[in-house]
Antibody, heavy 123, light 107 residues
Framework: QVQLQESGSGLVKPSKTLSLTCAVSGASISSGDYSWSWIRQPPGKGLEWIGYIYHSGRTYYNPSLKSRVTILEDRSKNQLSLNVTSVTAADTAVYYC???????????????WGEGTTVTVSS | DIQMTQSPSSLSASVGDRVTITCRASQSISNFLNWYQQKPGKAPKVLIYAASSLQSGVPSRFSGGGSGTDFTLTISSLQPEDFATYYCQQSYGNPLTFGGGTKVEIK
């Protein structure tokens, strides 16, 4: 059974860097069958896709966040990381990591999600 | 960016009702459309991918349809555990985008 578990700084001061980790168990992030994504959800609002990383290590970021976001993989620990620099109150959200599956017809969807971790930006 | 618009934003329904939620894309996305269910305090869960393919383990009362710009999620007979918020999401192009959500409440 594949499980994802987010962890990291729950309270971040404005202008600082938000750092989160997603530990993956039951699957290898090195596998070519999946990609891995980060999504966030501000309090009481909808879902916003942040970016994803392919098994090759190639990344794609949402242009709305691109200049501030970095997604990395640590294959030795089988985990992903997310850094968001220069945070403001608008970055306060629940942050989720998710696995992106590919169907036989080349459709991509997020089939396994972590439980999410809450990050608050406040001084 | 491809904008995804859901309607209604909320609805009230009774157990046993047939419920349909609509999602419209700002441009044609073929059938690159997924549906997720989210309950309060929980992560989203995929219900439908590729517009109409039922994810393994999801009850058959859920169905999806549509192609191009207009899509639907239908719950044939609403059950107590189906009261939740539903999101559509396009996977046609980057950035991936979600609809604003439809909250299904108890009548």
């Amino acid at each position: 059974q594949v499980q994802l578990q987010e962890s990291g700084s729950g309270l971040v001061k404005p202008s600082k860097t938000l750092s989160l980790t997603c530990a993956v168990s039951g699957a290898s992030i090195s596998s070519g069958d999946y990609s891995w994504s980060w999504i966030r959800q501000p309090p009481g609002k909808g879902l916003e896709w942040i970016g994803y990383i392919y098994h090759s290590g190639r990344t794609y970021y949402n242009p709305s966040l691109k200049s501030r976001v970095t997604i990395l993989e640590d294959r030795s620990k089988n985990q992903l990381s997310l850094n968001v620099t220069s945070v403001t109150a608008a970055d306060t959200a629940v942050y989720y990591c998710a696995r992106i599956a590919r169907s036989p017809t080349a459709h991509y969807y997020m089939d396994v999600w972590g439980e999410g971790t809450t990050v608050t930006v406040s001084s | 960016d491809i904008q995804m618009t859901q309607s209604p934003s909320s609805l009230s329904a009774s157990v046993g009702d047939r419920v349909t939620i609509t999602c419209r894309a700002s441009q044609s996305i073929s059938n690159f459309l997924n549906w997720y269910q989210q309950k309060p305090g929980k992560a989203p869960k995929v219900l439908i991918y590729a517009a109409s393919s039922l994810q393994s383990g999801v009850p058959s009362r859920f169905s999806g349809g549509g192609s191009g710009t207009d899509f639907t999620l239908t719950i044939s007979s609403l059950q107590p555990e189906d009261f939740a918020t539903y999101y559509c999401q396009q996977s046609y192009g980057n950035p991936l985008t979600f609809g604003g959500g439809t909250k299904v409440e108890i009548k």
